[in-house]
């Protein structure tokens, strides 16, 4: 599941002083240099720095959020969602912080969940193409792959260019074809046998 379409992380600190909150000086400066060895790819650092700054403001959101971002690049999921959770529940209006979670349990094969945190981003923001995107994966690992095609169709729709959705809805549609195909076999369809051959066969 790529996500290509986020903002850097050095703007962040903009967004935040822009929304009238200040972090206070000696917080501001663990996010900043938290920020910077998230941008460098030393995501471990940055954890530890972003954690000084929760220290002195545990009661806002950004820095569990974005710690939650650091976690998820070491591939720690539970940190991760940990830190998404807590974000969360300060902030519960931000269609990022539920995209993002939604990444972690994904990468959990939670997809149950992956579908409720993707679902309530498209809430928040109904424009958000990605947030289509990842549901609609999620949706096709357990095999709904009606409900996929939908949220690959919707993606598109906002985002024509979506290289992924395309090949994610023909993923959907040969795996339909496929299970379509399998059920008529079985009821005796020797075209629909042959077909299934088909489709099995490596080309």
């Known amino acids: 599941m790529k996500k290509s379409f986020y903002a850097p992380l050095v703007a962040?600190?903009?967004?935040?002083?822009?929304?009238g909150a200040v972090l206070g000086a000696d917080a501001q400066l663990?996010?900043?240099?938290?920020?910077?060895?998230?941008?460098?790819?030393?995501?471990?650092e940055a954890v530890k720095e972003y954690g000084k700054a929760i220290s002195l403001i545990p009661d806002?959101?950004?820095?569990?959020?974005?710690?939650?971002?650091?976690?998820y690049k070491l591939g720690s999921y539970e940190e991760a969602i940990a830190d998404f959770d807590k974000a969360i529940i300060i902030k519960s209006d931000d269609s990022d912080m539920y995209f993002d979670r939604g990444l972690a349990y994904f990468r959990k094969n939670i997809y149950a969940k992956t579908i409720e945190d993707d679902t309530k981003a498209i809430e928040l923001n109904p424009r958000f193409a990605a947030a289509y995107q990842n549901r609609g994966i999620a949706y096709s690992r357990r095999?709904?792959?009606?409900?996929?095609i939908a949220d690959f169709n919707m993606a598109l729709s906002i985002r024509p260019k979506f290289t992924e959705a395309y090949s994610s809805r023909g993923f959907a549609y040969l795996k339909k074809a496929a299970a379509d195909y399998k059920k008529a076999c079985e009821m005796g369809d020797n075209n629909a046998c042959d077909n299934l051959k088909e489709l099995s066969d490596p080309q």
């Not at 095999?143 to 996929?148: F, I, K, L």
């Open 12 to 19: 962040a600190l903009f967004i935040i002083c822009s929304a």
């Open 30 to 44: 663990y996010f900043d240099r938290a920020t910077v060895l998230y941008n460098d790819a030393k995501y471990a």
């Open 60 to 71: 806002r959101a950004e820095p569990y959020y974005y710690q939650g971002k650091a976690y």
């Open 143 to 148: 095999g709904q792959y009606d409900e996929a």
